[in-house]
């Protein structure tokens, strides 16, 4: 009799676990104040490895835009059983906080290297209106301008640096004059002016900026003062996305982050980051924070940060291990509700309701590194990775279950 109690008890288990799965991953079973994680399907491009991977999200960074609620993303075909000739970066964009993507425009092979898999460093920045987009490839920088009734989308080269004579001490697969790999991109809140970096093996690390010329195209603009680094840009972000002329840019590096000032032209180092801490990504609302190799930073002052030291975020999948080293990627702040923020890293993505001082792990996603995050008008938030991109409500009143802290 006890043998059977215990067998029915352990039948009735997994059939109440099963149906809390299908609860997590159906679309629109589950009540809109919960933690509902939703699988999104449906990305442009092969549905082989990675193809679901939204690398990187960008938003009209006009103030006022009429397309406040849509979200821009690129996905690539990064599969070996893509041959590379095939292979394409996609442009999709979604107006319902990314539980449905259309595709924009597809940027084809010539544009990137897809012999090496290309997909994992592409930046992406969106016009005002979102008329027109910049992206960044191993081949440098393109002004994407999407055309009506299906038609393909034009694709213009933006000038930018090229491989020396005198080759880098690093062997890498370019020959003289070819472009310098393009990284991170920006575009001013009115659209006339662009910041771009350039570096990645191929020639010392440069940040150009650019302007808008009579036709709508990008060309370069006033010269930028040296870098104070020989390391690569890994992020960048005006200290206010929201103005037409921000006052300052900040950059993230391999190593730590500076401020270089618009109007003086000044570079300032950013107090507070640690040693070897490549700064993958920041956001400036409500000041300056971090997503690093090893940490996490919150803003102190207009340069200065600091270090996230409470270890209760870092509560790994198997294993109740704390510590201050994580491998963050990106970093994101609710405009709306700055106290929230989201964090995606290598081992799953967080969530603070505090400003950044204490972190959840949202564990109802799947194991696994995420690179891309971004919050939509109502709160719910899109994360990526190589295993896909899903929308959560990680905030929404009554959310708990599926969030644990050590110690829970």
Not at 111 to 139: C, H, K, M, S
Not at 343 to 352: F, H, K, M, N, R
Request: with cysteine; glycine share 12%; charged share 20%.
């Amino acid at each position: 009799m006890n043998v059977l109690r215990k067998q029915k008890g352990i039948f009735r288990g997994i059939i109440l676990s099963l149906l809390m799965a299908a609860a997590v991953t159906a679309w629109g079973q589950a009540s809109p104040d919960s933690c509902e994680v939703r699988a999104v399907s449906g990305l442009p491009g092969s549905r082989e490895f990675a193809s679901q991977f939204l690398e990187t999200m960008a938003s009209d960074p006009a103030p006022e835009a009429g397309d406040a609620g849509t979200v821009w993303g690129l996905t690539a075909d990064l599969s070996s059983k893509v041959p590379y000739w095939k292979r394409a970066i996609y442009l999709s964009k979604s107006t319902d906080g990314g539980k449905n993507w259309s595709e924009v425009a597809r940027v084809g092979s010539r544009y990137f290297d897809a012999q090496i898999g290309e997909g994992f460093r592409n930046g992406l920045a969106v016009a005002p209106g979102g008329r027109d987009f910049v992206i960044t490839t191993q081949e440098g920088a393109f002004q994407v301008i999407p055309l009506s009734g299906g038609s393909e989308a034009i694709v213009k080269p933006i000038a930018g640096p090229r491989v020396p004579h005198v080759r880098p001490p690093v062997v890498i697969a370019k020959k003289d004059g070819d472009p310098v790999r393009a990284g991170v991109v920006k575009i001013t809140a009115d659209g006339k002016h662009m910041f771009i970096s350039y570096g990645y093996f191929d020639l010392e690390p440069q940040l150009i900026a650019y302007r808008r010329d009579g036709q709508g195209a990008w060309v370069e603009d006033a010269a930028l003062p040296a870098l104070p680094t020989d390391l690569d840009i890994f992020s960048m972000q005006f200290d206010d996305p929201k103005k037409a002329r921000p006052d300052s840019l900040y950059v993230g590096t391999g190593d730590q982050a500076y401020r270089l000032n618009l109007h003086t032209m000044g570079w300032t180092h950013v107090e507070g980051v640690g040693p070897d801490s490549a700064i993958h990504g920041m956001n400036t609302v409500g000041g300056l924070h971090l997503a690093a190799c090893w940490g996490v930073y919150n803003p102190v002052s207009q340069d200065a940060v600091a270090r996230v030291t409470n270890a209760t975020f870092l509560l790994h999948p198997r294993k109740d291990e704390a510590g201050p080293n994580i491998r963050a990627y990106a970093i994101e702040v609710d405009p709306a509700r700055p106290s929230r923020e989201v964090l995606a890293a290598i081992t799953g993505v967080y969530t603070s309701d505090d400003s950044g001082a204490t972190w959840k792990r949202l564990n109802a996603l799947p194991d696994g590194e995420f690179d891309s995050a971004h919050f939509t008008p109502d709160g719910s938030v899109i994360v990526s990775g190589i295993g896909g991109t899903y929308v959560a409500s990680p905030f929404a009143d009554g959310c708990g279950p599926g969030l644990k802290v050590r110690g829970n």
